[in-house]
């Protein structure tokens, strides 16, 4: 049973910054994608950032590059989303997302995600 689970989350002010985790398990990470998507209140579900498990190659929306960086823990079966220099634009419940093999350029789709974590706060405020 594929499962993905969301931690990391929490409160922080502008500037700061927090590193997110996603636990995966019930599957075999290497042949899927692994994507952060956020949703702010009132706001479409957005990508925000992906990983080819099956070639390391990672993908970021532009409103976050150059300052959050996806990266993979094969023995924890993890992958992070460390996001730095936040702004409040950041807050968002944020999620984690897995799909067979590799969506390209449509990577930052919602409905083509198969698999979606519970999702965890992220609150960038003073």
């Known amino acids: 049973q594929v499962q993905l689970v969301e931690s990391g989350g929490g409160l922080v002010q502008p500037g700061g910054s927090l590193r997110l985790s996603c636990a995966a398990s019930?599957?075999?990470?290497?042949?899927?994608?692994i994507a952060w998507f956020r949703q702010a209140p009132g706001k479409e579900r957005e990508g925000v950032s992906c990983i080819n498990m099956s070639d390391d190659n990672t993908y970021y929306a532009d409103s976050v590059k150059g300052r959050f960086t996806i990266s993979r823990d094969n023995a924890k079966a993890t992958v992070y989303l460390q996001m730095n220099s936040l702004n409040p634009e950041d807050t968002a419940v944020y999620y984690c997302?897995?799909?067979?093999?590799?969506?390209?350029?449509?990577?930052?789709?919602?409905?083509?995600?198969?698999?979606w974590g519970p999702g965890t706060q992220v609150t960038v405020s003073s």
């Open positions: 019930g599957f075999i990470l290497d042949y899927y994608t």
């Open positions: 997302a897995t799909v067979w093999g590799f969506p390209g350029s449509d990577w930052g789709e919602r409905g083509l995600y198969e698999y």
